[in-house]
């Protein structure tokens, strides 16, 4: 079975900085895209960003609010996603998840997001 | 604000059909024919009920269905059943400066 566990979230000041991991398992982490995304306390989704495999161009895409603020990188040999987070707002609160793309067969569509972890939450407050 | 427009709330009774609906623009639903709906019960995390417009991903009942017009998709729950209470939320490709835009969610209550 498919395993996205998180862990990294906490409390942090604004302007503060945190950083994310979610470690994958029973599935091809290397061959899969990685998403992560996120909801606010009481609040709809919102898609933070993806990163794809290495080997293909533009790798990783942001969504513009967290755009120059956010790095999402990945360790394929650790089968790990990281989502570091720089000069945090109370706005970024929210639970964060890391999830992958969802696929059939050999299509896959970029909007359909399947596996989902638990989530992790992140707390920016003074 | 999200970038996809759906309503509030819906309801319905026990075997009854409902709509929910999801508005876009010509950025994200009137472009793509990528567009996904979720399901998420209180405490849980989301899950796909529907892909691309009008596909189920393999397990999902097919009393969910899908599909779209425009810049509108919807999706359609027939025969509704209790334990399908939950908050609804739609997702698409979008050409805007974030490349997927969610909806803000629809609370489906089953009276």
């Known amino acids: 079975d498919v395993q996205l566990v998180e862990s990294g979230g906490g409390l942090v000041k604004p302007g503060g900085s945190l950083r994310l991991s979610c470690v994958g398992s029973?599935?091809?982490?290397?061959?899969?895209?990685m998403i992560w995304a996120r909801q606010a306390p009481g609040k709809g989704l919102e898609w933070v960003g993806r990163i794809k495999r290495p080997t293909e161009g533009r790798p990783i895409d942001y969504a513009a609010p967290v755009k120059g603020r956010f790095t999402i990188s990945r360790d394929d040999s650790k089968n790990t996603l990281y989502l570091q987070m720089n000069s945090l707002r109370s706005e970024d609160t929210a639970v964060y998840y890391c999830?992958?793309?969802?696929?059939?067969?050999?299509?896959?569509?970029?909007?359909?997001?399947?596996?989902w972890g638990q989530g992790t939450m992140v707390t920016v407050s003074s | 604000q999200s970038a996809l427009t759906q309503p509030a709330s819906v309801s319905g009774s026990p075997g009854q059909s409902i709509t929910i609906s999801c508005t876009g623009t010509s950025s994200d639903l009137g472009r793509y024919n990528y567009v996904s709906w979720y399901q998420q019960h209180p405490g849980k995390v989301p899950k796909l009920i529907i892909y691309a417009v009008s596909n189920r991903p393999s397990g999902v009942s097919n009393r969910f269905s899908g599909s779209k017009s425009g810049s509108t998709a919807s999706l359609t729950i027939s025969g509704l059943q209790p334990e399908d209470e939950a908050d609804y939320y739609c997702n698409s490709y979008s050409s805007s400066n974030t490349l997927v835009v969610f909806g803000g969610g629809t609370k489906l209550t089953v009276l």
């Open positions: 999830s992958t793309r969802f696929c059939s067969g050999e299509t896959c569509w970029d909007e359909a997001i399947d596996n």
């Open positions: 029973g599935f091809s982490f290397s061959d899969t895209w």
